[in-house]
């Protein structure tokens, strides 16, 4: 069993950073491929970002190439997402999850072994 609690979101303008993070609780949570997600308002559940525990190897949506960076920090069992040049459309709930499966896996909800209860960013233009 893996508990994940969010924090860090809030409201920034366009342009401005923000830095999430999200501490698990649990056994063996540095063998669980971790990723972040995102909801904004009427639309799906999307893939944000993964990092798989056995390789470190960091995925992004291309939407956020280049904006978003991932790490983790097995020590203290937390993950970040480090938001940069933040636009209006990345204003949704942000989610943490953990996979036991694949890092292709983990890039589809279906792959997400446990959720977080997400963290809002509101970016405003």
């Known amino acids: 069993q893996v508990q994940l609690v969010e924090s860090g979101g809030g409201l920034v303008q366009a342009g401005g950073s923000l830095r999430l993070s999200c501490a698990a609780s649990g056994r063996d949570f540095s063998r669980y491929s971790m990723a972040w997600f995102r909801q904004a308002p009427g639309k799906e559940r999307e893939f944000v970002a993964s990092k798989s525990w056995r390789s470190g190897s960091t995925y992004y949506t291309d939407s956020v190439k280049g904006r978003f960076t991932f790490s983790r920090d097995n020590g203290k069992n937390t993950v970040y997402l480090q938001m940069n040049s933040l636009k209006p459309e990345d204003t949704a709930v942000y989610y943490c999850?953990?996979?036991?499966?694949?890092?292709?896996?983990?890039?589809?909800?279906?792959?997400?072994?446990?959720w977080g209860k997400g963290t809002l960013v509101t970016v405003s233009s």
């Open positions: 999850a953990a996979g036991s499966g694949s890092i292709a896996a983990i890039q589809q909800t279906y792959g997400v072994d446990y």
